[in-house]
């Protein structure tokens, strides 16, 4: 879902350019959406039982135009930028992917230990099964090792 | 604990959720959430179009707070949803008076009273919240007044008093 969004935002950005070329005017510059929360899980196909509700958690340096047009395109799919969105922690350590590398948009994904480790410390009542199921699993050396620099006591899950 | 251990527990513990997640309440509240682009899942859910409990809604919001996160929202801007919207537990019934009168509720079962409060403009009707009656006694003056603004600036006589009171308070803010 969001790499197409991510491919028509960025045509939409590579149309205005032609038109401002064209007119003289400031072209709009590349810009990098980070994603965050449940839906870097969900567009990162982790093999966990994932619920969201529809607001997308995303951290990028876009002008606001392109923040409107992102918006509109999210709405169209039944989906809404969470206003806070850029407020949701992330550990220093957190890598980011690529999903979409584009004329004038880069979107990438936060890995998925790092958004487990953030729901664990940050929110850790409303995510309570989906830790438990990780840990299930067999949690990678990496969470476990996050986890316990940043305190977060695994027990609380089990 | 070793990490083995751990994740013995863990995988205890997650044959209940998982239990959990079978039973027919949480299917039915899940489907019924995820067909009204409420929540999204990975789950496969059936569709429900059928009204909903809201005790039912509350079990199965051990299983997935997200659904508590919505629910008193949901209450306020569509009650249809439910089979009784009146019959509440007391936590959730303040939570709904906070809501009704555009109040950040207290925090409830986990959730952040602004987490509930941000959802009111997002659900049903967007970007509409619930407002409150007041009543004023007017002169004859006040009502020409009232009319006349009304007419030319094409507003209802409502929308009037509340561009008026901004006007007013930005005035007094940057006095």
Redesign the interface.
Known sequence: MLRGIAERLDRWIVDRNVEAREEGLLAIPACKIQVLGQFAL?EGGVPL???????VDVRGNFEHGVRKELERLLRRE?Y?LD?VGHEIWMPRETRYADLFVGAFVRVLLAEPDAVLLSKALKAP?????LI??Y??Q??SERF?KLATKYGID??Q?? | ?T?AD??A??????AG?RRR?RDPRYVRV?GRFVGA???????RVPPNKEALDVHEVLWAGK????LL??LPALLVKRPAMFVDATDLPEDLEEVVRRLRRNLVPDDFR??AGVTLH?WLP?VGRKNRVPSRLKSFRFKAEDLRLLRHLSKELELTETDVIRRGLRKLFAEHESA
């Open positions: 969900i039982t994932l619920a969201a509700t529809k607001d039944g809404e206003p009542k409303k995510n309570a099964a438990t199921e840990v299930a067999g949690a476990l695994l027990e899950f089990v | 604990m990490e751990l994740q527990r863990a995988r205890r513990k997650l959720i997640r899940m682009g409420l929540l999204t899942t990975n789950e299983v997935e707070p997200r996160e919505l986990g959730i941000g997002r």
